[in-house]
């Protein structure tokens, strides 16, 4: 398997734009989650989803932030609009099987909001 | 409200010593802990797990403490190498598949 994958790897954009990170999962596995990582917070989860559904949004740092995930191979998260504070990686990451599942990361998008 | 500590954020040791690091918790339950790797500009990497009724867990030069009671668990690396170099992460999971990480310890293996 290729892995989770991710895109863009790096994106800068300017403030108040939108800006879109995509997300494929490991085929088959049946939680997808969001993770965003920077020095001063280290690894914080956003959002989470179970079977397309999403099941815990309490990371979403405010309204400006949604996450999609129309279907069981691709996830969006997305930022509207952007802000400096907003510069971190963000990680989508994939699992199967609760209850002590490995956690798969993807490579990371580096966004950078200037 | 939950928190996750590990040991000083650099560890720095000589090759073929024991590394030792600490993760350790506070109002949680969790159901398992596990261990991830990150190196520079990749993605955390899964180590081991360990279960809320397990002590301890190995693997090749890796093992992992698990204590409930001191809500703490250690991870060691025997007989470390250079390559060994990287910033490990644990993490609390919860039954319901919620995984919340620790801000990780940047080990750094001397030759």
């Known amino acids: 398997d290729a892995g989770v994958i991710q895109s863009p790897r790096h994106e800068v954009t300017e403030m108040g734009q939108e800006v879109t990170l995509r997300c494929k999962p490991i085929?088959?596995?049946?939680?997808l989650f969001w993770y965003r990582q920077t020095m001063m917070r280290g690894l914080e989860l956003l959002i989470y989803?179970?079977?397309?559904?999403?099941?815990?949004d309490s990371g979403m740092p405010e309204d400006r932030f949604s996450a999609k995930m129309p279907n069981a191979s691709f996830s969006t998260l997305k930022i509207q609009p952007s802000e400096p504070r907003d510069s971190a990686v963000y990680f989508c990451?994939?699992?199967?099987?609760?209850?002590?599942?490995?956690?798969?990361f993807g490579e990371g998008s580096w966004l950078t909001v200037v | 409200s939950q928190k996750i500590e590990q040991n000083s954020e650099a560890l720095n040791i000589q090759e073929g010593k024991t590394a030792t690091l600490t993760c350790n918790y506070t109002?949680?339950?969790?159901?398992?802990l596990q261990w991830y790797r990150q190196d520079p500009g990749r993605g955390p990497v899964f180590l081991l797990l360990i279960r809320e009724n397990e002590k301890e867990k190995r693997k090749e030069r890796l093992k992992v403490t698990f204590d409930t009671t001191l809500k703490q668990s250690l991870f060691h690396i025997t007989a470390s190498q250079p390559a060994d170099s990287a910033t490990y992460l644990c993490?609390?999971?919860?039954?319901?598949?919620?995984?919340?990480f620790g801000d990780g310890t940047t080990l750094t293996v001397k030759p």
């Open positions: 109002n949680y339950s969790p159901a398992y």
């Open positions: 990451a994939s699992s199967l099987v609760k209850g002590g599942n490995t956690i798969y």
């Open positions: 993490a609390l999971g919860n039954n319901a598949g919620k995984s919340t």
């Open positions: 085929s088959g596995h049946d939680y």
């Open positions: 989803f179970n079977n397309n559904v999403p099941i815990d």
